[in-house]
T-cell receptor, first 112, second 112 residues
Framework: AQKITQTQPGMFVQEKEAVTLDCTYDTSDPSYGLFWYKQPSSGEMIFLIYQGSYDQQNATEGRYSLNFQKARKSANLVISASQLGDSAMYFCAMRERADMRFGAGTRLTVKP | NAGVTQTPKFQVLKTGQSMTLQCAQDMNHEYMSWYRQDPGMGLRLIHYSVGAGITDQGEVPNGYNVSRSTTEDFPLRLLSAAPSQTSVYFC???????????FGQGTRLTVV
């Protein structure tokens, strides 16, 4: 069964600095997708970024980038130039076929 | 464009009662899923579907039933509610395995 691990229950970062949120995964399927979602205190799930297992380059979306290290089975999210509005829960997820599974999440707090 | 619509937003049940959480999407997505999120935790997959007439179990299927008679709708039935089913329930839909999931706003269910 696929498994996603986020080892940082909480992280703090100073406004305008960069922060890396860790995610490791375990799968024996060569074809899979990795996703990051943000969940603010209001509760909605907001899609941030996607990386396919066959993608040669790391995915980027604005201030978000995904540091994909396939051999290490890691898919860390990098947020550059943190903003106060980035304070939220962040979830890493993986999909092998139709079912997407989530990690336990990391709570990010941005300090002014 | 409504996206994914869940009803109700809030519900209180007594132990032993049954109810159906509704989920509808208007994006013609084939994949739909139900998750539960307990306080301070990630999303756990209950059931999912890859198309009308096809459903499968996720990580925590016990106590829940689903059916998918149309592409648009994917209701989740609680057969006999228990306090352990107190949670926030999210429905999600996806076009295919390599695209992001779109989430509904969630249903906060309390079983007393």
């Amino acid at each position: 069964a696929q498994k996603i691990t986020q080892t940082q229950p909480g992280m703090f970062v100073q406004e305008k600095e960069a922060v890396t949120l860790d995610c490791t995964y375990d799968t024996s399927d060569p074809s899979y997708g990795l996703f990051w979602y943000k969940q603010p205190s209001s509760g909605e799930m907001i899609f941030l970024i996607y990386q396919g297992s066959y993608d040669q380059q790391n995915a980027t979306e604005g201030r978000y980038s995904l540091n994909f290290q396939k051999a290490r089975k890691s898919a860390n999210l990098v947020i550059s130039a943190s903003q106060l509005g980035d304070s939220a829960m962040y979830f890493c997820a993986m999909r092998e076929r139709a079912d997407m599974r989530f990690g336990a999440g990391t709570r990010l707090t941005v300090k002014p | 464009n409504a996206g994914v619509t869940q009803t109700p937003k809030f519900q209180v049940l007594k132990t032993g009662q049954s109810m159906t959480l509704q989920c509808a999407q208007d994006m013609n997505h084939e994949y739909m899923s139900w998750y539960r999120q307990d306080p301070g935790m990630g999303l756990r997959l209950i059931h999912y579907s890859v198309g009308a007439g096809i459903t499968d179990q996720g990580e925590v299927p016990n106590g829940y039933n689903v059916s998918r008679s149309t592409t648009e709708d994917f209701p989740l039935r609680l057969l006999s509610a228990a306090p352990s089913q107190t949670s926030v329930y999210f429905c999600a839909s996806t076009r295919d395995s390599s695209t992001e999931a779109f989430f509904g706003q969630g249903t906060r269910l309390t079983v007393v």
